[in-house]
């Protein structure tokens, strides 16, 4: 089983930023891609950003390329999710998630992940 905790959400103005981290432990981080949802009230969960397991291929949705970045440092079992120029469509709950299989790409697609974290609250106001 793996466990994952996110961190860093909260209030920002739009044009702000904030850095999203999410702590992974009960298995070996460094094999399995990661990525970042989000959920807006009403909405389905969509993709944001992946990287895979080595952390050389990422992904973005294209909504947020160029202001978002992902990145993980594997010595620290922690995935990042830097998001600048924030925008009040950005309001949502952002959820971490683990891949379910080992060295694989960055993927796009919600199925190809089998652990969830919590989430955290990211508030984008005028």
């Known amino acids: 089983q793996v466990q994952l905790v996110e961190s860093g959400g909260g209030l920002v103005q739009a044009g702000g930023s904030l850095r999203l981290s999410c702590a992974a432990s009960g298995r070996t981080f460094s094999a399995y891609a990661m990525g970042w949802f989000r959920q807006a009230p009403g909405k389905e969960r969509e993709f944001v950003a992946a990287i895979s397991w080595s952390g050389a291929g990422t992904s973005y949705a294209d909504s947020v390329k160029g202001r978002f970045t992902i990145s993980r440092d594997n010595a620290k079992n922690t995935v990042f999710l830097q998001m600048n120029s924030l925008k009040t469509e950005n309001t949502a709950i952002y959820y971490c998630?683990?891949?379910?299989?080992?060295?694989?790409?960055?993927?796009?697609?919600?199925?190809?992940?089998?652990?969830w974290g919590q989430g955290t609250q990211v508030t984008v106001c005028t």
């Open positions: 998630a683990a891949d379910g299989s080992v060295y694989r790409d960055a993927t796009a697609t919600v199925k190809g992940y089998a652990y």
